[in-house]
């Protein structure tokens, strides 16, 4: 649900809130459970109700009233008490509006209903005085999405082209919708107990490319009709992470989440621990559920354990669409982070949202990456050789298309781009340069001056250690996974994200941000505009409405195409959204 900003000062807020935070704090620990809470009463409620009421006590205990009498009394009440609740949980209730003005209620993205007052006092209240830092109140789409913070409505002495950059996209009525087939949940019965098939997976890479293969995991078990075992994340040798599933997920929230299609166990029964097991790594790219089920279901029965290594993008995109609706139940519920980084994710996220709106860019500018990719840094000759030489030696770590010149490279739009291009970029596209910007990613090569170009245009960079108090970050130090999660969690709030490089990360959140509303994501159409960084005879009048053309369609709900093999988590339109109907998972 969104919440939008009228005119604040974080310094005036502040003056207000000192003299009260003391007073939102303590009502909001006696009163506020959760600030979006159910509006249908609870069965103590409900005899509360009963309770409180001397002409309903009196009517129950007269001994005038005949049985018949009474039968029918009760049956009224009854049915006069869920058609209120049947009411109240279609029409919000409207309070009066918070004092001070900070919030002014909007829209939901979810729904087309104006979002009560009530909601922006509680939310305000959470917000300053810090009472769901225990992520025990945070607002959820059936009790198990992660929602971003209110995005900003920003005013003031904008330009135009400020103000169309701050703009958030028409999400055009989609909305979560996961319904599956009347099959799928018969089907649903027999798999979800299932005792005797077991499927292990092991995850390889970074955080988001791990996601990519548990979710693939839990569809992969699906089809054949297994139990999954909790993952194994395989030991990175790039960043030497030695993360479990349960130090980055939260493994009861994934099991809950999934219990309705498939069983997810912790560890193989003593039953199954075999001398030997068979460990497939060699699986074509893009097989069908078909293939999976003809491969795999005959030697899974007689063995009754499979162990798939190498998942990575190995499963069609193209599935059948109770497959795709897993998929994004999988990516955008079950996969929850785990309590620890939720609560530093969120703490940092409310410190940026609240000095106000807030992009977020996830430079990919680590070393890895520019090994990876084959590309120049942009930071001269001498890092460009560091680059060169580590690829020489190690030329397993190219990813890139070996026989295409650096030039051929960067023009195909298979580099990541400089701070220099993500300035440009961002001027061309109406940032302001007093706007405020999260740094997502690893520690950039180069160290400083690799975003001396962007810190010259835009100063007000943050990144997450700038952020965190003292010791807040330190039991993820030694985790990357950990890392990367916090750096999502930020992102996922901002008003607007913008990845310098697609990679795994970049679609995760740009189809989360989608699915939660059409927050704003620009994903930079690298191919087509850099010959215009190039054309030194173009103006900057010219360039920026060429930049902002190419980008219109980036920042509205654009449906996954099937021929391109795009992926559902990051176009979740439309096999996991609808206009029509209720929708909500």
Not at 126 to 138: E, P, R, T, V, Y
Not at 303 to 310: D, I, R, S, T
Not at 543 to 557: D, T
Request: proline share 7%; with cysteine.
């Amino acid at each position: 649900m969104f919440l939008s900003f009228i005119n604040i000062s974080p310094r005036n807020c502040r003056k207000i809130w000192e003299k009260e935070s003391s007073v939102m704090a303590r009502s909001s620990a006696r009163i506020i459970k959760n600030p979006f809470m159910s509006l249908t009463p609870s069965p103590r409620s409900l005899t509360q109700l009963f309770s409180v009421s001397p002409p309903l006590t009196s009517l129950f205990s007269s001994k005038k009233t005949s049985p018949s009498l009474s039968i029918f009394i009760l049956s009224f009440l009854f049915s006069f008490t869920f058609l209120g609740i049947s009411i109240f949980r279609f029409f919000p209730s409207s309070q009066d509006s918070i004092h001070c003005s900070f919030i002014s209620p909007t829209t939901s993205p979810i729904s087309s209903h104006p979002l009560p007052s009530s909601y922006s006092q509680i939310i305000l209240t959470s917000l300053l005085a810090g009472i769901n830092s225990d992520n025990k109140i945070q607002p959820r789409i059936g009790g198990t999405a992660m929602v971003p913070l209110p995005v900003h409505l920003v005013s003031g002495n904008l330009s135009e082209e400020e103000t169309e950059f701050w703009k958030q996209p028409d999400s055009n009525g989609y909305r979560p919708c996961l319904d599956s087939t009347i099959g799928y949940r018969k089907r649903s019965a027999k798999i979800s107990k299932e005792k005797k098939r077991f499927l292990v997976v092991v995850a390889a890479g970074g955080l988001n490319q791990q996601k990519n293969q548990i979710i693939d995991a839990v569809v992969i078990a699906r089809i054949l009709e297994a139990a999954l075992v909790l993952p194994v994340l395989q030991v990175n040798m790039i960043w030497e992470d030695e993360s479990e599933f349960p130090d980055i997920f939260d493994v009861e929230h994934f099991k809950k989440t999934l219990r309705a299609d498939v069983r997810v166990v912790s560890s193989l029964p003593s039953s199954h621990l075999v001398a030997k097991q068979t460990i497939v790594t060699q699986i074509p790219y893009g097989v069908s559920p078909f293939w999976i089920r003809a491969k795999f279901f005959k030697q899974l029965n007689q063995e009754g354990v499979l162990v798939l290594k190498g998942l990575d993008s190995k499963l069609s995109k193209n599935l059948p669409s109770d497959l795709q609706k897993l998929r994004c139940k999988v990516a955008f519920h079950a996969l929850r982070f785990s309590k620890p980084i939720l609560q530093v994710g969120n703490q940092l996220a409310r410190r940026m949202w609240i000095e106000g709106p807030y992009i977020s860019l996830h430079l990919r500018l680590e070393k890895d990456v520019w090994v990876r990719t084959g590309c120049r840094t942009g930071l001269g000759p001498k890092y460009d050789q560091i680059i060169t030489q580590i690829q020489k030696t190690q030329p397993q770590y190219l990813t890139g298309r070996v026989n295409m010149s650096y030039s051929q490279r960067r023009l195909s739009g298979l580099c990541p781009l400089n701070a220099f291009e993500i300035a440009r970029l961002l001027k061309a596209l109406g940032a302001p340069q007093s706007g405020r910007f999260y740094i997502a990613g690893g520690e950039a090569f180069g160290g400083s001056k690799a975003l001396e170009p962007l810190a010259a245009v835009f100063p007000n960079l943050v990144r997450k250690e700038m952020l965190a108090r003292d010791g807040e970050l330190s039991p993820f130090l030694n985790s990357s996974s950990a890392l990367s999660a916090i750096d999502y969690i930020v992102s996922f709030n901002s008003d607007i994200f913008i990845p310098s490089h697609g990679g795994n990360m970049g679609r995760a959140l740009q189809g989360h941000r989608a699915y939660m509303g059409h927050r704003k994501s620009i994903r930079p159409n690298k191919r087509t505009m850099l010959p215009f960084f190039e054309d030194s005879s173009i103006s900057d009048e010219e360039f920026s409405s060429i930049i902002r053309s190419l980008h219109n369609k980036s920042m509205k709900p654009e449906p996954r195409k099937k021929q391109r093999d795009n992926d559902v988590i990051a176009y979740p339109v439309p096999e996991c959204m609808c206009r029509h109907g209720s929708g909500i998972f």
